[in-house]
Every structure is written in structure tokens, then in C-alpha cells.
């Protein structure tokens, strides 16, 4: 049945997102016509609408993501599926959890992490540090803390810590304070103000390199915002708790700090062995529970980098389950 959406939401779907790694992603998880696959992260939908072209009647997509206009996407999608498709809103941990009730098993789950296109390119989400506009950057904005409430209320010990942290900022004690004796003049609520704050802040020199000096601080906030590390982390166990034997699970991930985490993970399943390295045998007991499919991050070509600029941080990382 073809969608009966005007024309303008088919454009902009078009322009919201490009995908990254889309067939390098294919090829690891290989689904079949009768695959059962959860997009964790649904976003705009492309990588789903590549995956649901290789998913027959036998076969479902379930999709997840936490914020509210996904469900737009989700449903322009399934109207050109041929599998059964159903859309889960909220945290992709929580999604897990309740699959996980429902007794239902996986062929497949994959996650693409971080913030996609359609929010940063959305002015007034407060994503960005390219548009001046409200201080939000929630993925899922009916509630939660804001940047700007994070940025008003925190102590500044807090405040340098996810600086650093999060976004491996080199001045970030320095902005901290900086944040601090700002916000005690007028509390923060505008994006521009935070910028500002930031080249204040820093050495002269390092406020002229090639990007935005207030990037890492935006991407500090925005993980502290939706709490995206510690999703991470009680998303991947749950994850492989679903998939069926010979299963894959694939992340797409942009910060260090999530594919370090995917990465151990990884690790911990595929040699859980605690034994120490001298004994002969294993007298722990503790068994694989995956495979580990790329030994190295998948990273773009040098075509997808050209084409998509945003994608330069991507590492795709898969395992199968035993």
C-alpha cells in the first residue's frame, strides 16, 4: 500500500538522515526473509528501510527509539513493508526489558548511537552549537532534565567532570568555571549563550581551529542530558538475552566512551575466562556467550566520508551469540 503522507514529510524524510555504514552494516548482521530484528535506535529510518527490504511475511522488525517524532518515520515505513513491523517508544534498555517478558527471541539486534540528523538539523531541539536556540538537546523532550537546567544547577566539580569526561575536553575546568560565574548573572537559556561562554573561556589560539570550539561541551551535555552512557551499558546484556543462538548484535557508535564499552562487552562475553594465565586448564567454569565478529572497528570509505562528513567517528563493532 503506498503511503498516503503529503509530499512535503516524503522530502523531508529524504533530506533528515543519511545512515551511516548501511551496507557494511548488512553484511554483518546478513538477515534472511524470516529474520526477527530490532532496530534500537530507529531515528529517520534508514537503516531499518534497508533491513526491512531483505525481511519477508515470515519475518518482523520491531522498531525503538525515545524520541516522539520517530513514530512519524516508523509509520511511513511500515506502510511499504512486507513483514510485520511494530514500533516501541522509549529508552532502547527499557524496550529490551520488556521484550525480554514477553518470552520473544531475536535473530538480530542493532543499535546506532549518538544523536542523528534529524535532531541536530532541528533548530530549536538545541542540539547544536551552528543555531541559537533554547538549551534542551532531549532526545525525548516531554521531560527530563534540560542542558540548560544541568548548566544552571550542577556544582562546577560536576560540571568539569562530564567536560572532560564526556567530551574529552581539554579546557573543560576552565569552562566549568567560567559556566559557574555566568550563570550566577543570569541563568542560561539560549545555546549562543553557551558558545559564548566557551570562547570566553579558552586560550585565544584555541578558538580559531578548523571546528566549533563549543563542540565537545554540546556533546558533554547532550550525553549527560539522555544519560546515553549508562543506557549503553544496561542495553547490550539485555540485548544478547534475546537473541537466539548463532544471533547478532551490532552497535554503530561515535564517542570513545561508547565503543569502549561495546568493545569490553564484547570482550567479557567472548573470553570470560576469570582462571589466572599459568593454569593449564580452565577451572573457572565460565563459558563463551559470543563470537566477536569484526576483530577490528568497521570504519566508512573514503566515498562515505566524502558524501557524509558526520559519519567520520563511526566504528561498527558486531558479535554473534554462541
Not at 520517530?70 to 526489558?97: E, M, V
Not at 561562554?197 to 571546528?211: D, H, L
Not at 594465565?277 to 566477536?292: N, R, S, Y
Amino acid at each position: 500500500m503506498p503511503s498516503t503522507q503529503p509530499l512535503a514529510f516524503e522530502l523531508e524524510m529524504a533530506m533528515a538522515h543519511i545512515p551511516v555504514l548501511t551496507s557494511e552494516l548488512l553484511d554483518v548482521l546478513d538477515p534472511g526473509p524470516d529474520s526477527r530484528v530490532a532496530d534500537c535506535t530507529f531515528g529517520a529510518g534508514g537503516h531499518a528501510a534497508a533491513v526491512g527490504e531483505r525481511l519477508g511475511p515470515g519475518g518482523l522488525l520491531l522498531g525503538c527509539d525515545r524520541d516522539p517524532v520517530a513514530i512519524r518515520y516508523f509509520d511511513d515505513l511500515r506502510s511499504r513493508l512486507s513483514c510485520p513491523a511494530r514500533f516501541y517508544p522509549g529508552d532502547f534498555a527499557d524496550t529490551l526489558s520488556q521484550l525480554a517478558r514477553t518470552g520473544l527471541t531475536l535473530t538480530h539486534v542493532y543499535m546506532d548511537l549518538g544523536v542523528s540528523s534529524m535532531q541536530i538539523d532541528t533548530e530549536e531541539r538545541g542540539f547544536s552549537y551552528s543555531y541559537d536556540a533554547p538549551l534542551d538537546m532531549r532526545m525525548d523532550p516531554t521531560g527530563g532534565l534540560t542542558a540548560a537546567d544541568i548548566l544552571n544547577e550542577w556544582p562546577e566539580e560536576r560540571l568539569w567532570r562530564i567536560f572532560s569526561e564526556y567530551g574529552e575536553e581539554h579546557y573543560s575546568r576552565r569552562i566549568a568555571r567560567a559556566v559557574v560565574r555566568r550563570r550566577e548573572r543570569a541563568p542560561y537559556s539560549r545555546t549562543s549563550e553557551l558558545v559564548d561562554t566557551v570562547k570566553e573561556a579558552i586560550p585565544t589560539p584555541a578558538r580559531f581551529g578548523s571546528r566549533n570550539p563549543a563542540r565537545r561541551v554540546f556533546q558533554a551535555l547532550r550525553i549527560a542530558v539522555n544519560d546515553e552512557l549508562e543506557s549503553l551499558r544496561l542495553a547490550l546484556p539485555l540485548a544478547l538475552a534475546l537473541l537466539e543462538p548463532g544471533g547478532v548484535l551490532a552497535v554503530i557508535s561515535f564517542h570513545s566512551l561508547e565503543d569502549r564499552i561495546v568493545k569490553e562487552f564484547f570482550a567479557s562475553q567472548a573470553h570470560p575466562c576469570t582462571c589466572p594465565p599459568d593454569f593449564p586448564i580452565c577451572v573457572c567454569g565460565k563459558a563463551p556467550t559470543m563470537e566477536i565478529i569484526t576483530g577490528k572497528p568497521i570504519t566508512p570509505g573514503a566515498r562515505e566520508l566524502e558524501t557524509n562528513p558526520r559519519s567520520s567517528s563511526a566504528k561498527l563493532r558486531a558479535a554473534r551469540r554462541l
